[in-house]
């Protein structure tokens, strides 16, 4: 389908994944028909916001998020100014962590144990679990309504191949959402690439967006 096809599977108040560290291998053809098209109250969850004038960043700076789980803000002032003004909730998460949220939201799992954020900020609010004598937090799982992914190579079932890096939240975002959109960058037929090469199973795609 189009990117403003795929967009329109997107309502306010969604929890949405959205791939890619500082833009790379983050669907900017599809945040782009977000952005026109203006859901708003978006919950995002991603590693970082960005630029302001770039993917995940223009999201941000058109006010369409209601908050946002990261492990930075990235290269965007706005997000900053959003988040001290109390105007975007922010939840700024060690980014181990936040993968880790995220693999077990995929798998089904009910949390981890981690000593990652003891004695800080991050542990306010958490449940602490001793384990042998050492004191670990536990960290719930992250699944979201949508994810919005970006793949290099994605043949007509929905198979994907990441490009070096842009590999990144990609394929663990898609495992957690109850709808997934790929931008691919080049759609094959199936059988065109050998099937040891795909990064992730075409059975947690829903829609291609060809670009």
Known sequence: MSPEQAVEKIKPNDRVMIGGFMATGSPLQV??????????????????????????????????????????????????RQMNTGELDVELIPQGTLVERIRCGGAGMGGFLTKTGLGTMVEEGKQKVTVEGEEYLLELPLTADVALVKASIVD???????????????????????????????????????????????????YIVAV
């Open 31 to 80: 945040i782009s028909s977000l952005v026109e098209l203006g859901t708003d109250e978006l919950n995002i969850i991603c590693t970082d916001t960005g630029y302001a004038d770039k993917g995940i960043g223009q999201l941000i700076s058109s006010k369409q998020a209601k908050s946002v789980k990261a492990s930075h803000i990235g290269l965007n002032p706005e997000t900053g």
């Open 156 to 206: 007509k079932a929905g198979n994907c191949i990441f490009n070096k890096t842009t590999k990144n939240f990609n394929p663990l975002m898609a495992t957690a959402a109850k709808l997934v959109i790929v931008e691919a960058e080049r759609v094959v037929e199936v059988g065109e690439v050998e099937a040891d090469r795909f990064t992730l199973p075409g059975t947690f795609v829903d």
